[in-house]
């Protein structure tokens, strides 16, 4: 084989072999955004990736970096969502790593870090990038802005009474992009975000009539330089 011949060849495997290496699994969502503060104890924690992983290991640590200890068994089959229960957490600050590895070989560890109880109400929560890579579910980060967000439903909250929309209180002016609102059996029921296009400092989501059933919201915003999301789950009696 001439050399003119073998040179491209050689490229377009080089190539091929630079794509492929970069094409590692990513994390698509969490049932608990990076950074997120949730006013009660979560009893699970659930992980979706863009593609089948195999787990090798999940780990929970407290703020002072100790293990936090959890019962959870990887399964040998490879599978795209992983849910972990938890244990009776007291407040504070937790991370959690979960150690796997992508179809190609590669092994991951990402990490995700929330704030449970009375703390959450002063925890910075981290913009989220749209798309999390395997170093870390944290997006850009603003050290001199507090990236607090509250919400008129706290997470966990048990309502008596319907609610007939939730409301966002950003911390900078953002644009509300998007809205899904799902039942226990997965089912969406579909809600209505602002009408206005302009960023502002809250947003208003308005739902149906909801009858008793739980419930799980997951909403995403854009600042332009930077985007956040979390999910916020309740139930009604």
């Known amino acids: 084989m001439s050399r003119t011949i073998l040179a491209p060849l050689a490229a377009s495997l080089m190539l091929f072999a630079s794509s492929a290496a970069f094409a590692h699994a990513k994390i698509t969502a969490t049932s608990i955004a990076d950074g997120a503060a949730v006013a009660s104890a979560p009893t699970s924690f659930s992980v979706t990736f863009n593609e089948p992983v195999r787990m090798g290991s999940v780990t ?36 959690m ?17 929330f704030t449970i109880g009375a703390a959450a ?8 990038g749209q798309s999390a890579g395997m170093g870390g579910m944290g997006g850009m980060k603003h050290d001199s802005v507090s990236m607090r967000v509250t919400t008129s439903i706290a997470d966990g909250a048990v309502l008596t009474t319907a609610p007939t929309s939730m409301r966002i209180s950003f911390p900078h002016a953002m644009r509300l992009t998007s809205a899904r609102l799902s039942v ?3 089912e969406t029921i579909p809600v209505r975000l602002p009408t206005g296009t302009a ?6 989501i308005t739902f149906p009539r909801l009858e008793a059933d739980s419930y799980t919201l997951t909403w995403g915003a854009d600042a332009g330089d930077h985007t956040m999301g979390g999910t916020v789950r309740f139930r009604v009696r």
């Open 60 to 95: 929970l640590t407290n703020s002072a970096g100790q293990a936090v200890p959890i019962t959870y068994r990887a399964g040998t089959s490879p599978a795209a969502t992983f849910s972990v229960p938890l244990p009776r957490l007291p407040a504070g600050t937790y991370t």
């Open 97 to 113: 790593t979960f150690r796997s590895i992508g179809a190609d070989g590669h092994a991951m560890a990402p990490k995700t870090s």
């Open 121 to 128: 109400a002063s925890a910075p929560a981290r913009g989220a």
């Open 184 to 186: 226990a059996t997965g």
């Open 199 to 204: 960023p502002t400092n809250t947003a208003d």
